[in-house]
């Protein structure tokens, strides 16, 4: 029987492609299998697909930075409190992508070209297997793994066990090999499209999460069989390396201004110049291809909130820890707010509105205080104001989230991955990057990268496990760099690091009666905000020997019984 695969074309002029349709290619909605693949247009068409929804989202903060003690949003996270229900139905949409990008494999050698003229195409086929396969891992753990399309009546291969986690891992790299081989460099390829140093960069973020996952998981129901972490620590380091050392298209953004470079990378619309961003998603609202990122940081706060956790890790401008406590007894409300703007990591004023902060050039708008006592809309539930993406020079700046900005999202940075290197290689061997790091203090006016006791830091940060000195410095400095960018929820799960929350409740700032005389929501002993203090008495109660992963469908269960549940559930 002659199989059929109908093509859904979405219109990717955001990322800077042209816009050929499937149906010129034939009057058909549905194209036969074997009249397809003959050029390499045909290729490049199909792989296009995969640009508009293998990174789907388009705000930072609101859509990646969930599910973390780096920031609250709304009521209580369902994951850190433990409260998701084994998951029913059918993960047929969870293998959706890699189906279709098996089609590919299946069948791009029938293309009637040398392999020179479409071998960026096949590296960015392998770079997508990569990316849908590291999903399914980071969330389910050990999977099957296929490398064809699998038909309806192969029973033997749809009753598949799990394979072992190693030899996903072990896959998933093997295609970032393919793709680095095979890929552009950017100078050609661009930063809106996949590239060498895109690829160099993913392998870097998925080496160092493996290697993490098998040694601080190892001896508990998450443990790898044949554990080596080693292994992949070694292979982030020289991934990093490469794009380190080679020539290559990257490096940190910078024009010599602290107060502002950090700031301003995160809010730009066209970021396709500079180097720091090696992958980035845009829009054009013209086209009715915009995001709300404007509307939800200038204009309403949507019930985010930056928590005192994560403001309370910046060290102080001397490179020192800083006595947040210390000064919150003396300091409240917006006084407290110009106090730590003025006196710690100028990160931490690109990343939380400060009164008298621009918001819109355009409506000469600027942050008064934040909104603790606003409806659901406009409340910040912390004091602590998400600032990290805004851009007082969009149009849509200080505009509600109808209008539609065109704030570029970052998907892989350089940064990233100087901090990966850096983490990888103590993991390894106990060497510390200061290079690295140093190009990241030096852009935010910090002095250089320096290992303290961790006796000395009066915000202590508690893995439930002792890590060396080191170590923990160079993980305040991810968290610190990394900060709302969608990382902290994936760092804590590498890490076993349920200590960080669990029992505990989020807090926020010193809330100042003076500028909120009817403010009704609990603090706590030291005068922070306790907003979850009657929704969670006892703190977040994540489930460490279930919530690490999550669920398979129960159907998927039924009607495969050679898949075993995740731990726990």
């Known amino acids: 029987m002659k199989r059929y695969f109908q093509y859904i074309f979405v219109s990717v002029a955001a990322l800077s492609f042209s816009c050929e349709r499937f149906i010129d290619l034939k009057p058909l909605d549905q194209i036969s299998v074997d009249d397809y693949w003959k050029t390499p247009a045909d290729l490049q068409n199909y792989i296009k697909q995969f640009y508009a929804n293998f990174s789907p989202h388009t705000q930072m903060v609101a859509e990646t930075a969930l599910n973390s003690d780096d920031m609250v949003n709304g009521s209580p ?122 690829a160099l960069a993913f392998k870097t973020r998925v080496a160092l999460f493996e290697g993490t996952w098998q040694k601080y998981h190892a001896n508990s129901p998450f443990g790898t069989s044949g554990a080596d972490p080693r292994r992949y620590f070694q292979a982030c380091v020289s991934a990093a390396e490469e794009l380190i050392n080679g020539n290559y298209k990257r490096g940190i953004y910078s024009t010599g201004k602290p107060e502002e470079d950090y700031y301003q990378l995160f809010g730009f619309d066209n970021m396709n110049d500079i180097d720091e961003v090696l992958l980035y998603r845009s829009f054009n609202r013209s086209e009715g291809a915009g995001n709300a990122v404007q509307g939800y940081i200038t204009y309403d706060m949507n019930q985010k909130g930056v928590t005192w956790e994560l403001v309370s890790s910046y060290l102080g401008r001397n490179g020192k820890p800083y006595d947040y406590i210390g000064v919150s007894k003396v300091k409240k409300g917006n006084e407290f707010l110009l106090s730590i703007a003025n006196e710690c990591d100028p990160r931490l004023k690109s990343t939380v509105w400060i009164p008298g902060d621009l918001m819109s050039a355009e409506l000469g708008k600027y942050f008064d205080r934040p909104t603790i006592d606003a409806g659901a809309l406009q409340l910040n539930p912390t004091g602590f104001s998400v600032k990290k993406t805004a851009n007082p020079n969009s149009p849509a700046a200080g505009r509600p989230w109808s209008v539609q900005a065109e704030t570029g999202f970052i998907i892989l940075r350089y940064g990233e991955v100087l901090l990966n290197y850096a983490e990888a290689g103590y993991e390894l061997d106990r060497t510390v990057a200061f290079g690295a790091l140093n190009q990241l203090r030096k852009r935010a006016g910090m002095p250089d990268f320096e290992v303290r006791p961790q006796q000395s830091d009066k915000n202590f940060t508690d893995y439930g496990y002792e890590i060396p000195d080191a170590l923990y410095e160079i993980r305040r400095e991810r968290r610190v760099e990394l900060a709302l960018e969608g990382h902290r929820d994936e760092d804590y799960r590498r890490w076993a690091a349920h200590a960080l929350f669990k029992g505990k409740r989020p807090k926020g700032y010193p809330v100042s009666r003076e500028e909120f005389p009817g403010y009704n929501r609990p603090v706590d002993a030291n005068g922070l905000i306790d907003y979850y203090a009657g929704e969670m008495p006892s703190g977040y109660q994540f489930r460490p020997e279930r919530d690490y992963l999550v669920s398979i469908p129960i159907d998927e269960l039924t009607l495969n019984p050679n898949l075993k549940q995740n731990p726990g559930w």
């Open 77 to 198: 996270s369902a994951v850190l409190n433990g409260q998701r229900t084994v998951r029913t139905g059918s993960w047929q949409s969870d293998w959706a992508a890699i189906r279709h990008i098996n089609i590919f494999f299946d069948n791009y050698r029938k293309c009637k070209a040398e392999f020179s003229e479409i071998r960026h195409t096949v590296g960015e086929a392998h770079f997508f297997r990569a990316w849908y396969y590291f999903g399914l891992l980071r969330e389910y753990g050990d999977i099957p793994w296929y490398s064809s399309e699998i038909g309806l009546d192969d029973e033997s291969e749809l009753m598949r066990p799990r394979d072992p986690r190693i030899l996903v891992a072990d896959s998933i790299l093997a295609e970032l090999d393919k793709a680095i081989e095979f890929l552009d460099l950017r100078s050609r390829a661009g930063n809106n499209r996949i590239s060498k140093e895109a």
